[in-house]
């Protein structure tokens, strides 16, 4: 599998984005390694992993991992070995997927890389979202670069921030953070009376197609090259969609997932106001979306690897 043209602008975007959020001078290029397993397994022993040199490397069996390890590449112009719960929670924390991993912090912030370590990632990306928010970037990047597990990790976390942290955070944060930066640098997509008509060219080699897939757990998922849009549904209720027929144009996923400008607090507050799901076809291309509340909404359309080919979509009010 390769990297369609725009995620590879993306990813540049990306990088730009985390070293400035951060405050992170970059005085180098960072090398990436995308789709070189061999290569990656070699090095990281798995599937993805930033070498010492700043060297980043993911696996085609793993794309979700790209963002992920290219936010340590930025940060380890700064430091590299950072504790665990910082330097991990901060690769998660950046990455464009949900996360609804609330724990104690205070539990896990001592223990160090490795296996003990690897059930917490999703747990620390909860904290440290809310915690450089918090502090802001200079004073999280203060922490960042001066914790160790010697003096003590969350007495460092305490210092910084106050005795209440983990209470604040319990507290404070919200049951799940929507994806970073959700519907950023997604274009418009008009509405043609009462529906939106997609007509796209899917093509790795073109910058309107992205791919692999990451705003997503389940990495089978990730192997689709995809087309995003912003869509601003003025009145809510049931959507008809309709697209091609598999058979000839190949399957063709669509999922929808509404914009937020603020994160729902509480679970029954994420259920009532953030939706992001696939949509379900039948056998005649059909499906149908409840829009259940007014505004924008984005909408991915994806397709598996492949050679170029032209495909479209329907939305509009289903009638009856």
């Given amino acids: ?113 490795g296996s003990k370590f690897t059930g917490y990632y999703g747990h620390a990306g909860h904290f440290v979202r809310w915690l450089h928010d918090e502090l802001g970037p200079a004073a999280f990047m203060d922490l960042y670069t001066s914790a160790e597990y010697q003096g003590g990790v969350w007495s460092a976390i305490e210092a910084a921030y106050g005795a209440t942290a983990e209470a604040d955070c319990l507290a404070q944060a919200p049951a799940s953070w929507v994806p970073h930066r959700q519907c950023a640098d997604v274009p418009f997509h008009e509405r043609s009376g009462d529906a939106w008509s997609f007509d796209l060219h899917f093509d790795c080699s073109e910058s309107a197609t992205r791919g692999p897939y ?13 087309q995003s849009f912003l869509i601003d549904v003025e009145t809510p209720g049931t959507y008809r969609l309709e697209r091609p027929d598999w058979a ?36 005649q291309h059909v499906g149908k979306v409840d829009f259940a509340h007014p505004g924008v909404w984005r909408v991915d359309v994806a397709r598996d690897f492949g050679p170029p080919a032209d495909v479209w979509l329907t939305i509009e009010p289903a009638s009856g």
């Fill in 248 to 283: 000839t144009d190949g399957v063709i996923q669509v999922r929808v997932e509404r914009c937020l400008d603020q994160h729902p607090m509480t679970e029954q507050e994420i259920d009532d106001e953030w939706v992001a799901k696939w949509v379900w076809f039948n056998f």
């Fill in 1 to 113: 599998m390769s990297l369609s043209a725009r995620t590879l602008d993306e990813l540049e975007r990306f990088v730009e984005l985390v070293s400035a959020e951060l405050g992170v001078v970059l005085e180098r290029r960072i090398p990436f390694y995308f789709g070189f397993d061999e290569l990656a397994v070699e090095h990281c022993g798995w599937a993805a992993c930033t070498s010492k040199n700043g060297n980043v490397f993911a696996t085609s069996w793993q794309p979700t991992s790209s963002h992920h390890e290219l936010v340590h590449g930025v940060v380890c112009e700064t430091r590299f070995g950072a504790p665990a719960i910082l330097a991990e929670g901060l690769a998660v924390a950046f990455e464009p997927k949900p996360n609804s991993r609330r724990g104690a912090p205070s539990e896990f912030a001592e223990i160090e890389r």
């Fill in 214 to 226: 990451e705003r997503t757990n389940f990495h089978l998922d990730a192997n689709y090259m995809y």
